[in-house]
T-cell receptor, first 110, second 116 residues
Framework: TQLLEQSPQFLSIQEGENLTVYCNSS?????LQWYRQEPGEGPVLLVT?????EVKKLKRLTFQFGDARKDSSLHITAAQPGDTGLYLC??????????FGTGTRLLVSP | NAGVTQTPKFQVLKTGQSMTLQCAQD?????MYWYRQDPGMGLRLIYY???????DKGEVPNGYNVSRLNKREFSLRLESAAPSQTSVYFC???????????????FGDGTRLSIL
């Protein structure tokens, strides 16, 4: 079974702080996606990274795919309360299935 | 455009009871998935259906069965519910275009299932 470990599991910060979430595996993925999930809802796609070393930016969120395509990071600059949620990384194995990470729960307080 | 619709939203069962979770998508996607979500474990794949007429086991299939009724609908059945199956269940669909594609999965809002 391919595993994706996320760290930290929980993060509670004040509005305006910066943070980084990590997603690590010993397996290689053809691509990696990041989803955000809010309470009572299903996950929603934020971004897909495909090429080793790729960096994508989505407003204050910066996503990076590791050179070896085994890990990824999500950096949020100047976090806002609206960033609160569960962040999930998910790796494509090249077939039909996604392997999801263990999740990072973020709470941003005003 | 409703996307992925799951019913029911909440359910409480007694050990040994059976029930079927329903999922329907209106995006004409060919692939559909069932996951369970437990604290600290992310989403784990139970079963998936690559296309109408096919189903395959995921990571945690024991105690579950599925039916791909048509292109729109994919149901999950618990034949004899156990407390270990208490979880939040998510259905997802995807417009799979072939090996190596990166289309996102679209999720429903989940079914919260408690088994006493």
């Amino acid at each position: 079974t391919q595993l994706l470990e996320q760290s930290p599991q929980f993060l509670s910060i004040q509005e305006g702080e910066n943070l980084t979430v990590y997603c690590n595996s010993s397996s290689v993925f053809s691509s990696l996606q990041w989803y955000r999930q809010e309470p009572g809802e299903g996950p929603v796609l934020l971004v897909t990274v495909v090429t080793g070393g790729e960096v994508k930016k989505l407003k204050r969120l910066t996503f990076q795919f590791g050179d070896a395509r085994k890990d990824s990071s999500l950096h949020i600059t100047a976090a806002q309360p609206g960033d609160t949620g569960l962040y999930l990384c998910a790796g494509h194995t090249g077939f039909q299935k996604l392997v999801f990470g263990t999740g990072t729960r973020l709470l941003v307080s005003p | 455009n409703a996307g992925v619709t799951q019913t029911p939203k909440f359910q409480v069962l007694k050990t040994g009871q059976s029930m079927t979770l329903q999922c329907a998508q209106d995006m004409n996607h060919n692939s559909m998935y069932w996951y369970r979500q437990d604290p600290g474990m992310g989403l784990r794949l139970i079963y998936y259906s690559a296309s109408e007429g096919t189903t395959d086991k995921g990571e945690v299939p024991n105690g579950y069965n599925v039916s791909r009724l048509n292109k729109r609908e994919f149901s999950l059945r618990l034949e004899s519910a156990a407390p270990s199956q208490t979880s939040v269940y998510f259905c997802a669909s995807r417009d799979w275009r072939g090996q190596g594609d990166n289309q996102p999965q679209h999720f429903g809002d989940g079914t919260r299932l408690s088994i006493l």
